[in-house]
């Protein structure tokens, strides 16, 4: 039997003569079935999608939680009572009290009590105004020094007695 | 009979989502690849099956079906299934003579006769021997386009013909006895 001849016999008993092929039932049943098995990729996604978003928005937190810059250290107080220290050397002093009268001549005729303007130089601290306590307490019983010194060198002193507040 | 084997129509709907292509292979595949699972198997209810089986290994790993080469994958998952259902039918060729003898009592005419003389002969080969002389001798492509869709060489589509044709040149002679 040569190849034609097996060839003339396998297309007279073909299988697929006679044979209508699938049915539009059949087609629609295993087209149903193939697209069912498919993964549905949205649903897939969906989950990883929230999963990043939350990791993101914890990282995000955590940095701005974490920093450096938003970590600032307190103000320091404008306005504080201080105890007394030992007087600076270089710093002029002026120690104005109701019982010590001013020791240079031009400031004899003002009172005591009014508030002294000198001129120093800046602190180092960009403070707005410190609080420094004189080197020479009051000689009244009573009576209290309060210094101020701004950003600009200007420093105030509040003298207090007898429990009047005067400027 | 045949349809052709590349279409741009699969080629537009790989560039869609999952569901969408495999309608769109579904579509376009379906009637060959019975066709083809009909010569490849003993009925037609085999045959039914294989082609499900096939296009539901394409929908449950999608990405495992390259993009223009849908139909070669699609027929090399088909021949595979034969080969696994081949395998574990371990009594094969008589089950396919007492298939053929009572396809013979039910359709006495020569024609049913000339089928299950054809198809019990089919059955007596390797599934992938069986898929090159189908598509080479039954569905008239040539051996390259063989090769190509069964992804083997040409050279060994040309040598399971001829060993094919043996075989069938065997088991025909006998049935004329």
Redesign the interface.
């Known amino acids: 039997?040569n190849?034609e001849r097996?060839?003339q016999?396998?297309?007279?008993?073909?299988?697929?003569?006679?044979?209508s092929?699938?049915t539009p039932g059949?087609?629609r049943a295993?087209?149903r079935?193939?697209?069912t098995?498919?993964?549905?990729?949205r649903r897939r996604l969906l989950p990883m999608l929230a999963l990043a978003g939350a990791a993101t928005a914890a990282v995000l937190i955590a940095l701005f939680a974490l920093r450096p810059g938003s970590v600032q250290p307190p103000a320091p107080a404008r306005v504080a009572a201080v105890p007394a220290r030992p007087p600076e050397p270089q710093a002029p002093r002026i120690s104005a009290s109701p019982v010590a009268p001013p020791s240079r001549g031009e400031n004899k005729q003002r009172p005591a009590h009014r508030r002294r303007h000198l001129r120093a130089a800046p602190p180092e601290t960009a403070t707005l105004a410190t609080l420094e306590p004189t080197g020479n307490p009051p000689e009244e019983p009573g009576a209290r020094q309060i210094q101020f010194s701004t950003p600009g060198g200007t420093r105030i002193i509040w003298t207090l007695t007898s429990g009047k507040a005067s400027r | 009979?045949n349809a052709p084997l590349t279409t741009s129509a699969i080629l537009d709907t790989s560039r869609q989502?999952?569901?969408e292509r495999?309608?769109g292979l579904?579509?376009a595949h379906?009637?060959r690849l019975?066709?083809l699972a009909?010569?490849l198997s003993p009925d037609?209810e085999e045959a039914?099956d294989l082609?499900?089986e096939a296009?539901?290994r394409?929908?449950?790993q999608?990405s495992s079906v390259p993009d223009g080469a849908e139909e070669a994958w699609l027929v090399r998952t088909l021949v595979n299934l034969c080969r696994d259902r081949y395998r574990r039918l371990g009594v094969r060729s008589r089950a396919h003579e007492s298939l053929r003898r009572e396809e013979e009592r039910v359709h006495p005419e020569a024609?049913a006769v000339?089928?299950?003389?054809?198809?019990a002969a089919?059955a007596r080969l390797a599934p992938r021997r069986r898929a090159v002389?189908v598509l080479h001798?039954?569905e008239g492509m040539p051996a390259r386009e063989v090769a190509r869709l069964l992804g083997i060489a040409e050279v060994t589509v040309r040598w399971h013909l001829l060993t094919a044709?043996r075989e069938?040149?065997r088991v025909?002679?006998e049935d004329r006895r």
């Open positions: 039997m190849d097996i060839r016999r396998l297309r007279e008993g073909d299988p697929v003569t006679g044979e092929g699938l059949e087609v295993m087209r079935a193939v697209l098995a498919a993964p549905e990729p | 009979m989502g999952t569901p495999l309608a579904f579509d379906h009637q019975f066709r009909l010569r037609r039914h082609v499900q296009f539901l394409a929908a449950r999608p024609a000339a089928r299950a003389t054809v198809r089919l002389i001798e039954l044709r069938l040149a025909l002679l």
